[in-house]
């Protein structure tokens, strides 16, 4: 068994989740494109493979088969997470990427659904679906990741307007986007948590720039998948105020939730998928046999079914009616999968052997090296893997705070 297969998981699926499974697998039978079987979609497609993949979200989008856990009333399918997680094995079974409408559909949405009004809801989430309206987050800010409540990028009232001036950093994928999600200060006299609100942002308005410029900055993968963000005077409507003014804290802490632990219930049908190309690699380098390879492929095999274990968990949770609250934390599955993905990779170099070290100016990093060094950020981005144990030490085992850093004063005390 080289893929995760519901047939055989403990979990007691409803008879009308076993229907649905049955109807997605014809689909897929009916319905998945032969140039994409077995592809793996890479961070930069060809302009090749980028074609099929759009041809391939049309036909999603149009059988229904994105933002599938939204609720149907805005253009989603209803589906619970016990569906969702079915859907993603029937696709990994078929061999096709299972494509998403990216930050729209795994931030933008789950916040909206949450927090917008209901005129906002019918406004914001049908070009999400659609593919008609590509997000980027704009959260951090050069002092302010980590401490991301200490964000300065300033929004004024003008007549109906915001008028937004600051800067942003790191803000992936900016080159697809035509929309922006992001924090802003609109009330710098409130506690730091009280004053921000959570705003849609066009970059666009009838054909013209916005007022954001964006700098690319190169990762050390060598490409420019993220940038800098200038703001200048960028504007837009009120209405684009998602949670009420000043009450942004609430939204972005939605949004985040989802970033760490949104594909909690189904990213081992990924990490599988990749174990096996490993084993490959160990065949094709002749290294199979040897023990030591062979202890960190068992203990890579033996993580995936921890998380896929606790993925199912948080599934039959979810199927017995639970929140999945408690074993789906966002910080506990971040720092598994985040971290389990790192050493990973560096299973990979070792077994790549001298290969991983060859780099060059006109030399184009093989798989293996890139996801080496883009797994790097992945402890980073989403809230960094110390952040996260913090998150848990306080507010999930209820530990003590972690102590104010000392004042100046106190340190050069401390130090005579
Ligand atoms: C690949 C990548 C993509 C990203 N994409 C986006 C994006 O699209 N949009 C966006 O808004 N942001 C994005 N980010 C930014 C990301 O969210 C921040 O990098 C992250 O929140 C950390 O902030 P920082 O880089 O300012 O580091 P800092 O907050 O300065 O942290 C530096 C170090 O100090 C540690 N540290 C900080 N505070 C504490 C504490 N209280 N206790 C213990 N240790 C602490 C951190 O763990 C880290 O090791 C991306 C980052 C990366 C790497």
Redesign the pocket.
């Known amino acids: 068994m080289t893929t995760s297969d519901p047939d055989v998981s403990p979990i007691p699926y409803s008879d009308a989740a076993l229907e649905f499974r049955d109807e997605i697998r014809d689909w897929l039978k009916r319905n998945a494109p032969d140039e994409l079987r077995g592809v793996e979609a890479p961070r930069v497609p060809s302009p090749e493979l980028q074609t099929h993949l759009d041809r391939w979200a049309d036909t999603l989008t149009e059988a229904g088969l994105m933002c599938v856990s939204w609720p149907k009333e805005y253009g989603g399918r209803g589906l619970t997470g016990v569906e969702v997680a079915l859907m993603n094995e029937e696709f990994a079974r078929a061999g096709v990427p299972r494509l998403t409408r990216g930050m729209g559909e795994g931030l933008v949405g789950p916040a909206v659904i949450a927090h917008a009004t209901e005129e906002q809801k019918r406004r914001v989430l049908p070009p999400i679906i659609s593919g008609e309206h590509v997000y980027?987050?704009?959260?951090?800010e050069p002092g302010?990741?980590?401490?991301?409540a200490g964000l300065r990028t300033r929004g004024e009232i003008d007549g109906t307007d915001l008028v937004i001036n600051g800067q942003?950093t790191?803000?992936?994928?900016y080159y697809k986007a035509n929309w922006m999600f992001c924090l802003v200060r609109t009330d710098p006299d409130a506690p730091k948590h009280k004053g921000i609100s959570y705003v849609l942002l066009p970059l666009e308005v009838d054909g013209e720039p916005n007022g954001v410029e964006f700098r690319p900055i190169r990762?050390m993968t060598g490409k420019a998948l993220?940038g800098e963000s200038f703001l200048t005077d960028a504007r837009t409507p009120l209405d684009n105020v998602i949670g009420g003014l000043n009450q942004g804290w609430k939204v972005a802490m939605t949004t985040l939730g989802n970033e760490r632990g949104g594909s909690a219930t189904t990213q081992h049908v990924a990490f599988e998928r990749q174990f096996w190309r490993l084993v490959d690699l160990a065949r094709e380098r002749g290294l199979a046999g040897d023990v030591r390879v062979r202890e960190q492929l068992a203990w890579a095999w033996s993580r995936i079914q921890v998380i896929k274990a606790t993925g199912f968990g948080l599934v039959a949770d979810l199927a017995a009616g639970g929140s999945g609250t408690g074993l789906g934390n966002g910080s506990t599955a971040k720092i598994r999968w985040s971290e389990f993905q790192r050493r990973l990779m560096e299973i990979a170099m070792d077994l790549a052997g001298p290969d991983a070290l060859v780099t060059g100016p006109d030399y184009e990093l093989d798989e293996w090296q890139e996801d080496f060094l883009a797994t790097r950020?992945h402890t980073?981005?989403?809230?960094?893997?110390?952040?996260q144990r913090?998150i848990i030490g306080e507010r999930v085992l209820n530990l003590p705070k972690?102590p104010a850093p000392a004042k100046k004063t106190e340190r050069k005390e401390a130090v005579r």
């Open positions: 980027c987050q704009g959260f951090s302010a990741g980590s401490d991301l942003k790191w803000t992936s994928g990762r993220f950020s980073i981005w989403g809230g960094t893997a110390e952040v913090n972690e």
